[in-house]
């Protein structure tokens, strides 16, 4: 690393040694950080080193890496002991954390019939933009306007068809339901006693009964209504014979203005 305005340089230097004859590595290695420490001429440098800040030495050897002996043997028995590989596989089929931002998007499900009608509308769409005013010839259709022609028939021909099987489903499913009266399983014929028939005959007796005096009841209303409307045209009739009379009277051609009177009606 270089300081700002200086020629100097920054740097760290990691010196590995190792015992020779006699002498451990942990000595040298205290010797040679003394000796470059106080700048002795002892260890050559070639001036790469002009002022040492921190100097430090360690025996590798001696450092301990496992606080306990179970530890030891948790990091030697690996995968690699018996002879497999520790490096990442990638699974493709598993599903990484995503972060979402805002609510989660709701999958909207279509059907068959939307789609279709998705693709008919912009079959359509594309044959109004090729078919457009001016854009078309008297004798022969571009390639492109060929191809939205026959793009459309084909859509429109899958929207039909398609509408048709779901008619046709439905009407199976209500055939299952209900089926008409041929396709019926047949009800064998119960026998009913004397007692039952009296019931039915005075269950039918009293429905038809209701069913008279409702009859009545309408016939009267409509009757009332209708003597209200025949009083009401009776009554404008005079008032309109009373005013006829009124303005011959006034009129000194009586007979002439009478006359035309009565053709006019």
Excluded at 42 to 55: D, L, Q, R, W, Y
Excluded at 143 to 150: D, G, S
Excluded at 162 to 170: F, I, Q, V
Excluded at 240 to 264: A, D
Aim: glycine content about 4%.
């Amino acid at each position: 690393l270089r300081g700002k305005g200086s020629e100097h340089f920054r740097c760290v230097i990691v010196v590995t040694l190792t015992a020779m004859d006699d002498i451990p590595a942990f000595v040298a290695a205290f010797r040679v950080a003394n000796a470059v420490k106080e700048g002795s001429r002892e260890v050559p440098t070639n001036g790469m080193i002009s002022n040492a800040v921190k100097i430090k030495a360690e025996p590798s050897g001696q450092k301990l890496f496992f606080d306990e002996w179970e530890q030891y043997w948790n990091y030697i028995i690996s995968p690699i002991f018996f002879g497999y590989s520790t490096t990442h596989r990638f699974n493709p089929n598993k599903k990484k954390h995503k972060v979402i931002l805002g609510p989660p998007k709701v999958k909207v499900e279509h059907t068959k019939l939307q789609d279709l009608e998705r693709d008919w509308d912009r079959a359509c769409a594309d044959y109004k933009r090729e078919f457009v005013r001016g854009n078309v010839s008297e004798k022969f259709w571009t390639p492109e306007q060929l191809k939205a022609h026959v793009a459309k028939e084909r859509a429109e021909f899958k929207l039909e068809l398609h509408k048709k099987h779901l008619a046709r489903a439905e009407r199976k499913a209500q055939l299952v339901k209900s089926p008409e009266p041929w396709m019926r399983p047949r009800v064998k014929p119960k026998p009913f006693s004397e007692e039952q028939v009296e019931k039915w005959e005075k269950k039918y007796d009293k429905k038809a009964a209701r069913k008279r005096k409702k009859d009545r009841k309408r016939k009267h209303e409509l009757h009332v209504q209708n003597q209200i409307a025949i009083k009401k045209r009776v009554w404008d009739r005079k008032i309109e014979m009373w005013f006829l009379r009124k303005i011959l009277s006034y009129n000194p051609n009586k007979e002439k203005l009478s006359q035309k009177m009565s053709l006019m009606e």
